[in-house]
C-alpha cells in the first residue's frame, strides 16, 4: 500500500538557519502530495502542495518539489523563525483526482530557539 | 466560514463508558473524514464518508467503534465501550472533491483520555 517516510525529529534549529525536513513516498501511480503543519494544540493546516512530476509547491518562504524519479517532496525554507517551530507532516493523496484518505508520515517536530 | 467545527475539544472518561465525539464539517463540503493521532502510530485514518455515506471504515480499529453521518453538516464517532488504549486525539476533516487534488480541512481535534 501508499506509505510515507519522513525524517525523525525532533530537529533543533537556531534562526534564520537553513531547513530541510526529508520525505520520500511509496505509491502506485502518481499521488498528489501535501506538506501539513500542526502548532500546539490545533489541527492540521495545509502549508503547500503539489499535484505531478516536477511541480513546486511553496506558502510562507516553505517550498517542495515533486521529484517522481526519486519519490521525494522535501521541505524547505532558507531562512526559519521561532514562529515555525511546530511539527510538520508529509501526506500523499489520490492518485485519481478523487477524495480519498491521506496518508500522512508519521510527523517532524521542529522547533526553532532564538 | 466557520471551518470544521469539532466537539467537545476534551474528553475524559472511564474504562467502559460510551463516548461521542462530533464533527461539523465545512458547508458544501462533499467529504468528511475521521482520523485518530496517537504518538505511536501517528496519524490514522479510520473512517470517510462521500456525500453522508460511508465508504472506507477499513481503517476502524474495533467494532467497538461506530461512525454515522445523518446529514451534509453532522457526524458522530462513538466508541463503546471505551478502553484506554482509544486515549487519542481525534480529528475530523472535510473536503471538497476537486479533479486536480483532494486538500482537506482539519477540525481542531478532540483530545480522548481514558481512565
Known amino acids: 500500500g501508499d506509505s510515507v517516510t519522513q525524517m525523525e525529529g525532533p530537529v533543533t534549529l537556531s534562526e534564520e538557519a537553513f531547513l530541510t525536513i526529508n520525505c520520500t513516498y511509496t505509491?502506485?501511480?502518481?499521488?498528489?502530495l501535501f506538506w501539513y503543519v500542526q502548532y500546539p494544540g490545533e489541527g492540521l493546516q495545509l502549508l503547500l502542495k503539489a499535484t505531478k512530476a516536477d511541480d513546486k509547491g511553496s506558502n510562507k518562504g516553505f517550498e517542495a518539489t515533486y521529484r517522481k524519479e526519486t519519490t521525494s517532496f522535501h521541505l524547505e525554507k532558507g531562512s526559519v523563525q521561532v514562529s515555525d517551530s511546530a511539527v510538520y507532516f508529509c501526506?500523499?493523496?489520490?492518485?485519481?483526482?478523487?477524495?480519498?484518505?491521506?496518508?500522512f508520515g508519521k510527523g517532524t517536530h521542529l522547533i526553532i530557539q532564538p | 466560514d466557520a471551518g470544521v467545527i469539532q466537539s467537545p475539544r476534551h474528553e475524559v472518561t472511564e474504562m467502559g463508558q460510551e463516548v461521542t465525539l462530533r464533527c461539523k464539517p465545512i458547508?458544501?463540503?462533499?467529504?468528511l473524514f475521521w482520523y485518530r493521532q496517537t504518538m505511536m502510530r501517528g496519524l490514522e485514518l479510520l473512517i470517510y464518508?462521500?456525500?453522508?455515506?460511508?465508504?472506507?471504515d477499513s481503517g476502524m480499529p474495533e467494532d467497538r467503534f461506530s461512525a454515522k453521518m445523518p446529514n451534509a453538516s453532522f457526524s458522530t464517532l462513538k466508541i463503546q465501550p471505551s478502553e484506554p488504549r482509544d486515549s487519542a486525539v481525534y480529528f475530523c476533516a472535510s473536503s471538497l472533491r476537486d479533479s486536480s487534488y483532494n486538500e482537506q480541512f482539519f477540525g481542531p481535534g478532540t483530545r480522548l483520555t481514558v481512565l
Open positions: 464518508f462521500n456525500n453522508n455515506v460511508p465508504i472506507d
Open positions: 501526506a500523499l493523496g489520490d492518485s485519481g483526482g478523487g477524495a480519498d484518505g491521506l496518508t
Open positions: 458547508s458544501g463540503h462533499d467529504y
Open positions: 505509491a502506485t501511480g502518481y499521488p498528489s
